[in-house]
């Protein structure tokens, strides 16, 4: 049995891992305090990273993390098998790494959908919903949110309209823990061989829902208190695979969400076409004739709360005065740190073409 089949292995990861003849393809299933767990085509292995990988890598986010496919290699049988390469991923979720200025930190990679829990008590944040689906709409996976404790929702057609309001070609589920349905609920994106990771707050219910899919009380959780905050119990982030084929990534609660990098073209796609219909193209939205932007929040038919939530990221995220072409160089010179930068990079690619 090939249990990396059971765990969404594609062609396209077969054929990279191609160029390591040497070493076998992993998938990393969970991560707690530097050492992995993961899964080959034969079973389930622990592991570390080489030191060479270690010592090469001068940025958190380019360490494995849960769902990464790896290229590892295990010839000493009751020994940890060893990580030497992170295959390219095909999605990613980072966030700004706590502690450490001008790092980003991977929670899940190789990922199709990202369920955004927001429940509907104290935890309930418009602003802090609209950080979380900039950051998952950029990670190149598709974001939906869930609504969850729905029952404790004193006016839930009304938060409803809310939320709607501001997901931006994002599915809005509402889920109570009463709920008997919810993988009928969640079965557009519960297909075999995908894989989903739940990202939000602490005390949520991200393990709770994850227990309900799997069928069983695979993870523990812990009770909202009094001050209904919650505390989660999951301290690292794990991979389980469900009765139904489906990796579900369960994520430890996160009380803030830096944003490194995000994608306010699809969660604030309002204010960006209004931005577009200025007078003029570099416009600061604060003071010049002409104004879309200005003119919304003057008729009320954009809210200032909103408004506030998009400067403030374009701020973090470093895209306060750049333009569209700007932040996406700006993505992309990220994304090609690892071979120089933008610059080498179009050098190594007219190298590539006088080769052929």
């Known amino acids: 049995m090939n249990y990396l089949e059971k765990y969404g292995i594609t062609d396209r990861f077969k054929n990279e891992a191609a160029a390591y003849p040497k070493l076998s393809l992993a998938r990393v299933a969970a991560q707690h305090r530097g050492l992995y767990k993961i899964v080959t085509e034969s079973g389930e292995l622990q592991a570390e990273i080489s030191g060479k990988l270690r010592f090469e890598t001068n940025e958190l986010a380019k360490f494995p993390t849960v769902g990464d496919y790896v290229m590892i290699s295990s010839e000493n049988s009751g020994s940890n098998a060893i990580i030497h390469h992170v295959?390219?991923?095909?999605?990613?979720?980072?966030?700004?790494?706590?502690?450490v200025s001008g790092q980003a930190q991977p929670v899940a990679a190789n990922?199709?959908?990202?369920?955004?829990?927001?429940?509907?008590?104290?935890?309930?944040?418009?602003?802090?919903?609209?950080?979380?689906?900039?950051?998952?709409?950029?990670?190149?996976?598709?974001?939906?949110?869930?609504?969850?404790?729905?029952?404790?929702?004193?006016?839930?057609?009304?938060?409803?309209?809310?939320?709607?309001?501001?997901?931006?070609?994002?599915?809005?589920?509402?889920?109570?823990?009463f709920d008997d349905d919810l993988v009928t609920k969640l079965s557009l994106y519960l297909k075999s061989g995908m894989t989903a990771a739940f990202i939000g707050s602490s005390g949520?219910?991200?393990?709770?829902?994850?227990?309900?899919?799997?069928?069983?009380?695979?993870?523990?959780?812990?009770?909202?208190?009094?001050?209904?905050?919650?505390?989660?119990?999951?301290?690292?982030?794990?991979?389980?695979?469900?009765?139904?084929?489906?990796?579900?990534?369960?994520?430890?609660?996160?009380?803030?969400?830096?944003?490194?990098?995000?994608?306010?073209?699809?969660?604030?796609?309002?204010?960006?076409?209004?931005?577009?219909?200025?007078?003029?193209?570099?416009?600061?939205?604060?003071?010049?004739?002409?104004?879309?932007?200005?003119?919304?929040?003057?008729?009320?038919?954009?809210?200032?709360?909103?408004?506030?939530?998009?400067?403030?990221?374009?701020?973090?995220a470093g895209y306060d005065g750049l333009s569209a072409k700007e932040i996406e160089n700006k993505k992309l010179e990220r994304m090609l740190k690892d071979v120089g930068?933008?610059?080498?990079?179009?050098?190594?690619?007219?190298?590539?073409?006088k080769q052929r």
């Not at 609504?147 to 889920?175: M, Y």
């Not at 179009?346 to 073409?353: D, G, I, L």
Request: aromatic share 6%; charged share 25%.
């Open 87 to 99: 295959l390219t991923r095909k999605s990613i979720f980072l966030r700004t790494a706590v502690g």
């Open 111 to 177: 990922i199709d959908i990202v369920f955004i829990c927001m429940s509907l008590n104290n935890n309930f944040n418009l602003s802090r919903l609209e950080r979380y689906l900039s950051v998952a709409w950029d990670s190149g996976a598709t974001p939906v949110i869930l609504l969850t404790k729905s029952d404790l929702c004193e006016d839930l057609e009304r938060v409803l309209l809310e939320v709607e309001r501001v997901s931006s070609f994002t599915e809005v589920i509402p889920l109570s823990m």
């Open 204 to 316: 949520v219910g991200k393990s709770t829902l994850i227990n309900k899919l799997l069928g069983e009380q695979e993870l523990a959780t812990s009770e909202v208190g009094k001050g209904d905050k919650g505390r989660h119990t999951t301290t690292g982030r794990e991979m389980f695979l469900s009765p139904f084929g489906v990796v579900l990534i369960d994520t430890p609660g996160m009380r803030e969400l830096g944003a490194e990098s995000v994608d306010l073209s699809k969660s604030f796609e309002d204010i960006e076409t209004l931005a577009g219909q200025c007078k003029f193209n570099n416009c600061t939205h604060t003071n010049e004739p002409g104004c879309a932007i200005l003119q919304a929040l003057d008729d009320g038919s954009l809210d200032q709360r909103r408004f506030s939530s998009y400067l403030k990221l374009r701020i973090e």
């Open 341 to 353: 930068g933008m610059k080498n990079f179009r050098k190594y690619v007219k190298e590539k073409r």
